[in-house]
C-alpha cells in the first residue's frame, strides 16, 4: 500500500513569509502527527489530528497552525517565518489508537533564508 | 514533565556482534513503546512495538520491556555495518501522544 506523502520535499523560503505543508496518511489511518527535527533538538512534536480535530498539541508558538480534512489529509502552515524554524518537517500517521505505530513520511525540509 | 532518555553514543559495536541499546521513561502511564532506526538524512522507520512486559523477538531485533523499572531495550544479533544508524525509542501515553527520546547513534564497526 501507498506510504505517507509529504509534499513538498524541498522549500526555499524568505524570512517573514509563511508556509503551508502537505501530508496524506495511508489510507485507512486517521491520525496524523507532525513533527520538527533540527540536528541540535531532535525529534520536537508539534501537534496531531484525528477526525479533523486536534487531539494533542507541543509547545511550539501560535505561528504554527495545521488542520486536518474530512479524508485526514493535513496541512501544517508556519506564519512569519523566523531562521530558527528551518528544519525537517516530518508527518507520521496512525491508526486511530496509535498500536501499531506511526508510520513517516519523508519529510519535507525547509530552509529559511 | 514525561520524559524518555537515552544515552546519545555514540555506540560502536564489532560486526557480528549483539548490540545493546537502552531507553527508560518516566511516565508510570506509558502503554505503548516503540524503536525507531533513523539513518542520516531519511525519515523514522519502525523497527518493533511492544506492550507487554518481557520480550519479543522479530528476526535479528528483540525487544525488552519492564514496566515495573520504566524501561526498555532493543537488542540487535549479528549486527551488520547497515545497521548502523540513530535508534530512537518512544513511548505512548494513553492520549496517543508519542514521548520521544533524543536517539542513540548505533556504529557497526567491520
Known amino acids: 500500500k501507498a506510504g505517507v506523502t509529504q509534499t513538498p520535499r524541498y522549500l526555499i523560503k524568505t524570512r517573514g513569509q509563511q508556509v503551508t505543508l502537505s501530508c496524506s496518511p495511508i489510507?485507512?489511518?486517521?491520525?496524523v502527527s507532525w513533527y520538527q527535527q533540527t540536528p541540535g533538538q531532535g525529534l520536537q512534536f508539534l501537534f496531531e489530528?484525528?477526525?479533523?480535530?486536534?487531539?494533542n498539541k507541543g509547545n511550539f508558538p501560535g505561528r504554527f497552525s495545521g488542520r486536518q480534512f474530512s479524508n485526514s489529509r493535513s496541512e501544517m502552515n508556519v506564519s512569519t517565518l523566523e531562521l530558527g524554524d528551518s528544519a525537517l518537517y516530518l508527518c507520521?500517521?496512525?491508526?486511530?489508537?496509535?498500536?501499531?505505530?506511526?508510520?513517516f513520511g519523508s519529510g519535507t525540509r525547509l530552509t529559511v533564508v | 514533565q514525561k520524559e524518555v532518555e537515552q544515552n546519545s553514543g555514540p555506540l560502536s559495536v564489532p560486526e557480528g556482534a549483539i548490540a545493546s541499546l537502552n531507553c527508560t521513561y518516566s511516565?508510570?502511564?506509558?502503554?505503548?513503546f516503540f524503536w525507531y532506526r533513523q539513518y542520516s538524512g531519511k525519515s523514522p522507520e519502525l523497527i518493533m512495538f511492544?506492550?507487554s512486559n518481557g520480550d519479543k523477538e522479530d528476526g535479528r531485533f528483540t525487544a525488552q520491556l519492564n514496566k515495573a523499572s520504566q524501561y526498555v531495550s532493543l537488542l540487535i544479533r549479528d549486527s551488520q555495518p547497515s545497521d548502523s544508524a540513530t535508534y530512537l525509542c518512544?513511548?505512548?501515553?494513553?492520549?496517543?501522544?508519542?514521548?520521544w527520546g533524543a536517539g542513540t547513534k548505533l556504529i557497526i564497526k567491520p
Open positions: 507520521a500517521s496512525s491508526l486511530p489508537d496509535g498500536f501499531d505505530g506511526y508510520t
Open positions: 489510507s485507512g489511518h486517521r491520525s
Open positions: 489530528y484525528f477526525s479533523e480535530t486536534q487531539r
Open positions: 511516565d508510570r502511564g506509558s502503554q505503548s
Open positions: 511492544i506492550y
Open positions: 518512544a513511548s505512548g501515553d494513553s492520549n496517543y501522544q508519542l514521548i
